[in-house]
């Protein structure tokens, strides 16, 4: 007798079930998703016991016939697609006509259906893929489909089931991706018997993610801007530079209302941050991309987790541009909002005497000529003439604030001034805290900038343009040094030899796979330059598209900024603080240091006020 046999219907639907049905969340997942393309309005969720013992999905969506009942649970019976070139453009979230059959074989399983016009329903039950009692149901229009003891035919599975809090929280999560997804239908979640949410319709992506998450969140939110192209459109949202995670969990995207796990988008997410986004750390997104159908398989993944896009690259490129493009833009809104005029009305005198009596205020009264003879910080100058950038230009040489005229004559003319310039101002600094924060007032309320994040973002963004511009200042080697690299390599240097001059390398060809350099961007401290540029070269290979040659020598600036920019405790004076507020303001990312970590807090008055007990 020959060795091979058809295995039997239950079994191989088990088999199949191994694939579609991991966990629990992956049957609220299918379930859902089978109320979604049943154009439900409202889909209610019960769970018991992590969904092991109990996943209930209620929704109010078309129902099904009898016949149409009875076939849903026969393997590859689906309404979805009829033949293979229905597979080339999917548009619903099913079209394998799988997961049911695959539920019901591992599971005590009951569905209830009914059309809206019928005047009965259909009752089934099946048990580990054996139909039971099929019946009469009276349910109201749509369908109800229970689940129970998931895997109690197959205790190996069971057993590799987490604890009950774990497959609840997988379970949460299937249902915000949903509930994010698609912020039109109610959605709620029943654990235990405890209502966790409820969700009512709404009409905007913001009014869900303020459902689920909460108006705080959303304020940190910033809204997707720009066509990202004809083919593929880009909406959503995605958290302000600065605002990040340690995990992905809040790192969203849909393709096509489909939510999906893409490393591609993911890393055109972290590309469009690049330095507002800490090392380590994960973006916010809730992120919606729309593409024609026929240009995504969706079919690649049994849990249909994953999906292929025919042009990654376009995708990718998407992506990054979206992202960049949004970011830019919160800047500019914030940017107004940042510097809004404190005061419209200009003071009356008596209010800014008051006032200049806090410490540290006084110096801004300060005359013309005491202004001028202070040093500015050193930022713009030092670089450009990097040999000179030494510390003391940076921060001058001590802390002490400039000299308050005394006389009562020059006081009140300071004070008038002082009175028309605060009228204008758009922000004012009251103090350093601690040699490190600087305290400021805007119309907002307190914001506290760390004068080292800030002073690195500001030496990042001149260094980064002058390198876009007229290329990075370079500085001679003492002794040039030549170098060897395989030839691979050295075909990537020829080519790429005006980008590396650019970016301060002074490199040229040497022999066949031999180079030498005879000089280094000045603002780095290399003592190997062969080794250094071994380094480059293998960052600039890995970097995923060439257009971003530009990309390594940020990097490059990145790492290098730090060293030069003021230290916590170098005391700054007052002009120079304000000069280095200036600047940050200037920037395109004032918010965050080139690593992603925040320059400036703002506390608004209300948050003050709710400290103080004025507000509740
Ligand atoms: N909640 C529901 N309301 C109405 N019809 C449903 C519902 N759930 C399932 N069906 C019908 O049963 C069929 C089979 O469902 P099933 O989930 O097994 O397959 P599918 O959704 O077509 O494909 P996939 O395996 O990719 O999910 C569906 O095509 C649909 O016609
Ligand atoms: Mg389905």
Not at 158 to 183: D, M
């Amino acid at each position: 007798m020959g060795r091979i046999r058809l295995l039997s219907e239950t079994v191989a639907s088990q088999v199949a079930a191994g694939e579609v049905v991991e966990r629990p969340a992956s049957v609220v997942k299918e379930l859902v998703e089978n109320s979604l393309d049943a154009g439900a309005r409202n889909i209610n969720i019960a769970i018991r016991r992590g969904g092991i013992s109990l996943v209930r999905v209620i929704d109010d969506g078309c129902g099904m016939s009898r016949d149409d009942a009875l076939l849903s649970l026969e393997r590859h019976a689906t309404s979805k697609i009829r033949s293979a070139a229905d597979l080339q453009a999917i548009a619903t979230l099913g079209f394998r006509g799988e997961a049911l059959p695959s539920i019901a074989s591992v599971s005590r399983f009951r569905v209830s259906t009914r059309e809206a016009g019928a005047i009965a329903g259909t009752e089934i039950i099946v048990n580990g893929g054996k139909i039971d009692v099929v019946r009469d149901g009276g349910e109201a229009p749509g369908t109800q489909v229970e689940v129970r003891s998931l895997f109690y035919n197959l205790p190996a599975r069971r057993k590799f089931l987490r604890s009950e809090n774990t497959e609840s929280r997988n379970i949460e999560h299937q249902i915000h991706l949903q509930a994010i997804g698609h912020p039109d239908i109610g959605f709620s979640l029943t654990r235990d018997e405890r209502i966790l949410f409820q969700l009512p319709p709404t009409a905007t992506l913001g009014d869900r993610i303020r459902d689920l998450y909460g108006v705080e969140l959303l304020q940190r939110l910033v809204e997707v801007t720009g066509a990202a192209s004809p083919k593929i459109q880009i909406s959503g949202f995605i958290g302000q530079a600065g605002l990040s995670r340690q995990s992905r969990s809040q790192q969203l995207v849909f393709v096509n209302g489909r939510a999906i796990e893409s490393n591609l988008i993911t890393g055109g997410v972290r590309e469009g941050y690049h330095t507002a986004l800490m090392k380590g750390q994960y973006a916010v997104t809730f992120l919606f991309v729309e593409i024609d159908p026929a240009a995504v398989d969706v079919n690649v993944h049994p849990a249909k987790r994953e999906v292929r896009f025919r042009d990654p690259n376009n995708v990718r490129e998407a992506v990054v541009r979206c992202i960049q493009q949004t970011l830019e833009h919160a800047r500019a809104n914030w940017q107004e909002k940042f510097t809004a005029p404190i005061r419209p009305e200009p003071l009356a005198a008596d209010s800014v005497k008051t006032i200049s009596d806090l410490t540290l205020r006084s110096e801004v009264t300060a005359t013309e000529a005491t202004h001028r003879e202070l040093p500015h910080l050193g930022t713009v100058a030092g670089v450009a003439d990097p040999g000179r950038m030494q510390r003391s230009d940076i921060v001058g040489q001590a802390h002490r604030l400039p000299a308050t005229p005394t006389d009562s004559a020059t006081d009140a003319v300071a004070l008038q001034r002082e009175a028309l310039k605060a009228a204008q101002q758009q922000f004012e600094i009251i103090g350093v805290l601690s040699k490190l924060y600087v305290l400021m007032e805007n119309s907002n309320g307190l914001v506290l900038v760390d004068q080292h994040a800030a002073h690195e973002r500001v030496l990042f963004e001149e260094l980064r343009r002058r390198m876009e511009q007229q290329g990075v200042p370079s500085q001679k080697l003492l002794l040039p040094q030549t170098f060897d690299v395989p030839p691979r390599d050295a075909d990537w240097i020829e080519q790429n030899l005006s980008v590396l001059q650019k970016m301060g390398i002074g490199i040229e060809s040497f022999g066949p796979d031999t180079f030498k350099i005879d000089s280094l961007p000045s603002f780095l401290d290399v003592s190997d330059a062969a080794q250094f540029m071994r380094k480059v070269i293998d960052d600039l290979k890995s970097t995923t598209n060439n257009a971003s040659a530009m990309r390594l020598g940020e990097e490059m600036i990145a790492k290098t900024v730090c060293r030069h920019a003021v230290k916590a405790n170098d005391p700054l004076r007052y002009l120079e603080v304000e000069k280095l507020i200036r600047d940050l303001l200037d920037c395109d990312l004032p918010y965050c240091c080139p690593h992603g970590r925040p320059t400036m807090i703002q506390i608004s008055l209300a948050e003050l006020e709710k400290k103080f007990g004025r507000k509740i």
